[in-house]
């Protein structure tokens, strides 16, 4: 009985061993799966967006792998260029947190904020296609009865669930909703409130063409410096333009080649509030089922 207990123990670390490294080694060389806990890329991602990312896209370098902030070497192999435009994962420098931002600037580009348009080079981008955008944050407790607001043009906006209606109508401009804790709501009633923007569809010089977000050309880092991407690094940006810490500030800055750790490529899974794995009943009511497998561009 002891032999064939310790057998058993055996080939159960035996099958954990050799599940973790095809983990590690699938995660590390293929995809690996992230989540977004901010509104920093709405309206392309949306907080509670769990997405997949492409590994092989620009390389591998030590933050492809599992334990890369140990500085174990510097450089890429494989490399590739990342595309203007391209929404990518990367590593803040000089720490460990993984933001996910869009790639505004190549090596050598000057880029800047003027009046809350983006120049590149000294070029204008142009923006076109302006239309309404809501950004709701409410709390989780009206998500059933709805939150009801009489708005600028006297039509009622009601805002339940998955949904937003326009005078009983669906709405016919494009949002996101996200349901917060009622004690946030309480605490930090800044935290949960309902934001008017506006959407534009920016175009790059490379012809790539993407949505943004902006609540008004006059908001924090909608005018910075003139910035001139050094040799070897990148300038990110969030779509959601005056509610993201990116590139513009000190503290993110230029992100450096070897921080890439991969290329956006689809949303697997999208919800709207956060409950706990186990409450089984809250799955499919907090489910956005209009994301699921969305690519990403």
């Given at each position: 009985m002891r032999k064939r207990h310790t057998s058993t123990t055996r080939e159960w670390i035996n099958t954990?061993?050799?599940?973790?490294?095809?983990?590690?080694?699938?995660?590390?060389?293929?995809?690996?799966?992230?989540?977004?806990?901010?509104g920093s890329m709405i309206p392309t991602l949306q907080v509670g967006d769990h997405l997949?990312?492409?590994?092989?896209?620009?390389?591998?370098?030590?933050?492809?792998?599992?334990?890369?902030?140990?500085?174990?070497?510097?450089?890429?192999?494989?490399?590739?260029?990342?595309?203007t435009g391209d929404v990518i994962v990367f590593r803040k420098p000089n720490d460990t947190i993984d933001y996910v931002k869009r790639l505004v600037?190549?090596?050598?580009?000057?880029?800047?904020?003027?009046?809350?348009?983006?120049?590149?080079?000294?070029?204008?981008?142009?923006?076109?296609?302006?239309?309404p955008y809501i950004i709701a944050n409410v709390s989780k407790?009206?998500?059933r009865i709805g939150f009801q607001r009489v708005?600028?043009?006297?039509?009622?906006?009601?805002?339940?669930?998955?949904?937003?209606?326009?005078?009983?109508?669906p709405a016919d401009f494009n949002y996101t909703i996200e349901y917060r804790s009622s004690s946030l709501c309480q605490r930090a009633p800044w935290e949960c409130q309902i934001i008017d923007a506006t959407e534009w569809t920016e175009i790059m010089p490379n012809g790539t063409r993407h949505s943004i977000v902006e609540i008004s050309d006059n908001e924090d880092h909608d005018n910075t410096r003139s910035f001139t991407v050094p040799a070897g690094h990148?300038?990110?940006?969030?779509?959601?333009?005056?509610?993201?810490?990116?590139?513009?500030?000190d503290d993110v800055g230029f992100?450096?080649?070897?921080?890439?750790?991969?290329?956006?490529w689809f949303v697997w899974y999208s919800h709207n509030y956060y409950a706990p794995l186990p409450?089984?009943?809250?799955?499919?009511?907090?489910f956005r089922w209009n994301r699921l497998g969305m690519g990403i561009h």
């Amino acid at each position: 009985m002891r032999k064939r207990h310790t057998s058993t123990t055996r080939e159960w670390i035996n099958t954990l061993f050799w599940a973790g490294l095809i983990a590690i080694i699938f995660r590390s060389f293929l995809l690996e799966p992230f989540n977004i806990p901010s509104g920093s890329m709405i309206p392309t991602l949306q907080v509670g967006d769990h997405l997949f990312v492409t590994k092989w896209s620009y390389g591998y370098s030590r933050n492809s792998f599992p334990f890369g902030s140990w500085n174990m070497w510097d450089g890429r192999f494989l490399a590739d260029e990342p595309q203007t435009g391209d929404v990518i994962v990367f590593r803040k420098p000089n720490d460990t947190i993984d933001y996910v931002k869009r790639l505004v600037g190549q090596p050598g580009d000057t880029v800047q904020m003027i009046s809350g348009r983006l120049y590149i080079n000294g070029a204008l981008i142009e923006r076109e296609n302006p239309r309404p955008y809501i950004i709701a944050n409410v709390s989780k407790s009206l998500r059933r009865i709805g939150f009801q607001r009489v708005n600028a043009d006297g039509k009622v906006m009601v805002i339940k669930g998955n949904r937003i209606y326009v005078d009983n109508q669906p709405a016919d401009f494009n949002y996101t909703i996200e349901y917060r804790s009622s004690s946030l709501c309480q605490r930090a009633p800044w935290e949960c409130q309902i934001i008017d923007a506006t959407e534009w569809t920016e175009i790059m010089p490379n012809g790539t063409r993407h949505s943004i977000v902006e609540i008004s050309d006059n908001e924090d880092h909608d005018n910075t410096r003139s910035f001139t991407v050094p040799a070897g690094h990148y300038f990110m940006m969030g779509d959601n333009r005056d509610q993201s810490r990116d590139s513009r500030v000190d503290d993110v800055g230029f992100v450096p080649q070897d921080n890439l750790v991969g290329k956006v490529w689809f949303v697997w899974y999208s919800h709207n509030y956060y409950a706990p794995l186990p409450f089984i009943w809250t799955w499919l009511d907090k489910f956005r089922w209009n994301r699921l497998g969305m690519g990403i561009h």
